[in-house]
């Protein structure tokens, strides 16, 4: 299976430095883990974002952003279990992402306990007595990247530079067909 694939976007860059600006702007780098940001106050600021993965017919409907400070705040989790929610997202890199490595694990369901988010959405965390893990493949987000949530995952922040902010944008159709060969591009 495959876990990740980088991927070329519109405006990388721009895209980066616009959403760092907003996060400072509206304090967003204090809040720790996984943060909806307000959609239509967020793509005024950042309008490149909407047609920045038009060369593969799909559109961000939703952002977020990811924030660690330290290893306890990304356990081995997955983000939902539902079908009706797409198995990848896109993670953009915002700061500090370099040397950071979100690493994909081999881990039973059963070894997992159900959470509800205060952003009310579904979460499933290893349990701390858990020793079936694991490490199955690892990817450096530096770059647009697709990766597969619904696979146990977390993230090894780099203590050297926090906080670690990755942007992960959910789309208008599963951007899964992402992770094929063809899609991806040599860094």
């Known amino acids: 299976m495959k876990y990740y694939n980088y991927i070329e976007i519109d405006n990388f860059e721009v895209i980066q430095q616009k959403t760092l600006d907003f996060l400072v702007i509206n304090d967003f780098l204090n809040t720790i883990g996984f943060s909806i940001l307000p959609w239509k106050e967020y793509i005024e600021v950042c309008p490149e974002l909407i047609t920045a993965f038009d060369r593969y017919g799909i559109k961000p409907i939703a952002t977020a952003t990811y924030i660690t400070t330290n290893q306890e705040q990304s356990p081995i989790h997955i983000d939902n279990l539902s079908h009706l ?14 040397g950071s490595k979100t690493e994909f694990y081999k881990v039973p369901l059963t070894e997992f306990d159900h959470f509800i988010q205060k952003n009310k959405l579904d979460y499933y ?7 079936y893990a694991t490490k199955v493949s690892e990817v450096e987000i530096i770059y647009p990247t697709v990766i597969r949530t619904q696979e146990p995952h977390r993230v090894n922040t780099n203590m050297n530079t926090v906080p670690r902010v990755c942007m992960s944008l959910t789309m208008d159709k599963d951007p899964v067909f992402l992770l094929e060969d063809d899609c991806a591009f040599n860094r």
Do not use: D, M, Q
């Open 125 to 131: 965390r290893i349990k701390e007595t858990s020793s």
């Open 85 to 98: 929610r797409p198995l990848c997202r896109i993670n953009i890199p915002i700061l500090n992402c370099a």
